[in-house]
């Protein structure tokens, strides 16, 4: 098979070269097409997107882009679109995900990418979609939102098929596109914008997917340069950088490293049968292998109940097996291998020195998949890859003390209180001390990996921080 | 058991230990290294708490193997996390500590007692002349390295003064002095020994070397060593902001010191071994296919992180050492280091990123940093 690691719109005056690069695992091979660029390569592809962007967008009605957009999903949505049966194959051999885990992140992706929920979020970070077309009347007057002309987008290879948000949101304010795919997984983006291409070429004419390499300063910089507003996704390092090299003047939405946790309550642990409950915490476990941001780290379970936290870690045991066969794990790399040996080789050196704290529940061999219960007085960093840490906990107040240390970095928590609303208030309490100290979402377990497109994403209004306002005040012109 | 009991346990393997490093290289005795590994294991199963419970859990114990390959290895993380030593805490004559690669991960330490500092002096007499001495030739040693009186944790400086003792000249010693490296007298004393025609032997950490060399470099000074010169640099460049190609310090060696590649041999020592690994160039006298060979009382063997078994030749994994001189300390130790087995011996590749973020608190700090 071979992929291109790159797509620009069919009528830009571009040629790229492109060097091959041969991908193999487990017998099968991959020839991903690099292309070769200069900051010239970036620079004209930023003009020419600039110019479709007013050509096509600033003419269509918001409503219309958001149609096509939803026809995109929906061919995404079925299961033998041969673009999609590409992905998966493609995806999963480049990265290691299993093809069950690529397929299921394009449902979730794709199911989240739709007509409903996309004019839902305008609605909800702008008032009013219709904003983006024109005035609309407001209490005080009327407003109109415009769009940047162009948006750039820096994406990391965390989850499978995850670049086309930026896509969407990009065009869902009128703005064209130009994203700067990851060494790790360049291939998904590439693909979905021949399949706007494919459903409306005129759309697919304000995108340009692009891939640089990382020492490529000239090009990062024409880039940076060329753009109205950045949205990177990376790690740490990467968006320090990026930061670092942006001018002053360019507008950005940062992604950044993050952590989420599940929290069940004494009330959630006091039902005779909690296998439910831990198949769900299970999934959040699984989902996009743990590496998304969004993934639990931890899974803090108050102590006192009828199910002890030990107890719990042992269904987990369980539904984490359950969910090995349902969607196999990722093919670990040597370092991702590394990084889990040592986190569980260190909670068995603290059962084997006497810590009372430490409990290992899956035996040696299992990496993946692998339990513990350990105490934590502040939240460590887990390792990817379905590393389940059950932490006793015995009430909020020793939740938060563990939290703070690390509450830059907290993103997602779900939470699981009393089925019957028993624990109303102190859930309603604890909702209220998460969002205080940091945390952005929140839902219920095995929903982490699933965030709807309303969600203000690390706290952001993410399509309300790209537009800038019009306020026309009564009056005018009269 | 009595301690009595576990007294005459201890110094029967301490002779046969030192019996097995005086024994001939060729053939290796395989059978009688086993023996031995079977019955350290079984020492310590008994006298050291941790490798019991590790034991344990694994459900590999002294009545299940049969095979030094099969003695549980015991993660490197646990000499950060403990003391791990068979004897008495008043036995401890000596406590090495390693210096640690992250600024927030705490030491790892490993305890001698003063028959198990014998052991190690014996293993490193016996194991650097095989590799470093192979040509029976005493040099002038200089170490660039702190004496062991101004670095007495440092198991390095301590291993270096074992070679000073064992094979070094009149006019060897420590160069790290209070002031740190003194270029100038780095020169003049390398420049003394080339007008004297005696050869030379240069021990540092590989890093120290860089930093020398270029000096030497910026300096434009060029001290062709005498014949019968050598070089021993330990370790590599993990943790390290730069990096440097084996050719490219061995290329800066030959420029400056005028030291031939297959006279550079490379060590692999940690704290946590009593018994170092060495690079095999002087003993086959060429530098191709550079590789670490095991003594007859050491074993080096090459595991997927995930199954803990080995993985075949050429295909990289953890590397996990089995050192018959660690009798009060674990045989046997996982290691965070990458590694691949070759034809002749192994290599090393570097030690895993991310090993360091463990899962302990510590790591939280390094996320803040």
Redesign the interface.
């Known amino acids: 098979v071979n992929l291109q690691a790159f797509w620009l719109p069919p009528e830009c005056p571009l040629d790229l070269d492109y060097t091959e690069e041969t991908v193999e695992r487990g017998g099968r091979t991959l020839v991903v097409r690099w292309p070769v660029v200069t900051s010239d390569t970036i620079t004209v592809l930023c003009e020419y997107l600039r110019e479709q962007q007013e050509k096509v967008l600033r003419s269509r009605s918001v409503t219309d882009i958001i149609d096509a957009l939803d026809r995109v999903a929906e061919v995404w949505l079925d299961s033998e679109y041969p673009p999609r049966v590409k992905a998966v194959d493609a995806i999963s051999l480049m990265t290691g995900f299993s093809k069950e885990m690529v397929d299921h992140s394009i449902d979730l992706e794709q199911r989240s990418s739709r007509r409903g929920e996309m004019l839902a979020a305008l609605d909800n970070e702008l008032g009013d979609h219709r904003a983006l077309d024109g005035f609309v009347e407001r209490p005080l007057g009327s407003m109109h939102a415009v769009g940047p002309a162009l948006v750039g987008g820096v994406f990391s290879a965390n989850i499978p098929a995850l670049p086309h948000l930026t896509v969407m949101r990009s065009l869902m304010v009128k703005a064209a596109c130009l994203g700067r795919v990851s060494r790790g997984e360049p291939l998904y983006l590439p693909l979905y914008a021949e399949s706007v291409a494919a459903v409306d070429p005129e759309l697919a004419s304000c995108l340009g997917v692009i891939h640089w390499s990382s020492d490529n300063v000239q090009a990062e910089e024409a880039f940076l340069g060329g753009i109205d507003h950045l949205i990177a996704y990376g790690s740490e390092p990467t968006i320090a950088g990026l930061r670092q090299r942006s001018p002053g003047t360019l507008r950005a939405t940062w992604h950044g490293h993050r952590m989420g946790f599940c929290y069940l309550t004494r009330g959630a642990m006091d039902q005779e049968d909690c296998t439910e409950l831990a198949d769900r915490v299970a999934y959040d476990f699984t989902v996009f292998d743990q590496h998304a941001c969004l993934a639990p780290q931890a899974c803090f379970v108050e102590t006192g109940g009828k199910v002890s936290p030990t107890e719990f870690a042992g269904q987990l045991v369980d539904a984490m097996a359950r969910w090995m066969t349902r969607l196999p794990p990722k093919k670990l790399s040597l370092e991702e291998a590394m990084a889990l040996r040592s986190a569980r080789d260190w909670a068995a050196l603290r059962v084997a020195t006497g810590d009372e704290g430490v409990e290992l529940i899956t035996p040696e061999e299992c990496l993946q998949g692998s339990v513990v219960v350990e105490t934590q007085e502040v939240m460590s960093p887990s390792p990817p890859n379905r590393f389940v840490r059950v932490v006793p906990m015995d009430d909020v107040d020793s939740l938060m003390t563990c939290l703070r240390p690390v509450r830059r970095f907290l993103q997602c928590a779900a939470i699981e209180g009393c089925p019957d609303g028993g624990d109303e208030v102190q859930v309603a309490n604890l909702k209220n001390r998460l969002a205080q100290l940091g945390v952005t979402r929140l839902c219920a377990p095995g929903q982490m990996g699933t965030p709807s497109m309303l969600w203000h994403h690390d706290g952001q209004a993410c399509l309300g921080q790209l537009v800038r306002w019009c306020d026309e005040e009564k009056g005018v012109g009269s | 058991m009595s301690w009595a009991m576990a007294m005459i346990h201890h110094s029967e393997l301490l002779t046969d230990v030192g019996a097995l490093i005086d024994a001939s290289w060729e053939p290796a005795d395989d059978v009688r290294l086993n023996e031995l590994a079977c019955r350290i294991f079984e020492f310590q199963y008994n006298h050291l708490?941790?490798v019991r419970?590790?034991a344990d859990?694994?459900g590999r114990t002294p009545g299940t193997i049969t095979h030094w390959s099969e003695i549980p290895g015991v993660?490197s993380?646990?000499f950060k996390?403990?003391e791990l030593f068979v004897g008495e805490r008043s036995d401890v004559a000596q406590v090495f500590e390693s210096s640690g690669t992250s600024r927030a991960a705490s030491p790892s330490r490993a305890l001698y007692s003063q028959d198990g500092l014998a052991l190690m002096a014996h293993s490193i007499r016996v194991n650097a002349g095989r590799f470093l001495m192979p040509d029976g030739r005493c040099t002038r040693i200089f170490v660039l390295a702190p004496p062991p009186a101004a670095a007495p944790h440092m198991i390095m400086a301590w291993g270096m003064n074992r070679l000073i003792e064992d094979y070094g000249l009149e006019g060897s010693e420590f160069l790290i002095g209070p002031k740190g490296l003194e270029p100038g007298a780095v020169f003049s004393k390398l420049s003394k020994a080339e007008k004297e025609g005696v050869p030379v032997t240069l021990i540092g950490a590989s890093f120290g070397f860089v930093h020398l060399l270029d000096t030497m470099a910026e300096c434009g000074q060029q001290i062709p060593c005498a014949p019968g010169s050598r070089t021993l640099d330990a370790g590599g460049f993990k943790g390290r902001s730069r990096t440097v190609t084996r050719e490219a310090l061995d290329q800066a060696i030959f420029d400056c010191l005028a030291i031939a590649p297959e006279r550079n041999v490379n060590v692999l020592g940690m704290t946590e071994l009593a018994s170092q690994f060495y690079d095999d160039v002087m003993v086959r006298d060429t530098a191709l296919d550079r590789a670490k060979v095991n003594a007859p009382w050491t074993r080096t063997r090459v595991l997927?992180?995930?199954?803990?078994q080995e993985v075949g030749h050429g295909e990289?994994?953890?590397l996990w050492h089995l050192d018959l001189t660690n009798i009060e300390r674990p045989v046997s130790l996982?290691t965070?280091d990458?590694g691949v087995q070759t034809s002749h011996g192994f290599q090393v590749l570097g030690r895993?990123?991310?090993?360091e973020?463990?899962?302990?608190?510590l790591?939280?700090e390094d996320?803040?940093a």
């Open positions: 708490p941790l419970r590790l859990q694994s993660p993380l646990a996390a403990t997927d992180p995930v199954s803990l990289p994994g953890l996982q965070d990458l895993a990123k991310g090993a973020a463990r899962g302990c608190s790591s939280v996320l803040l």
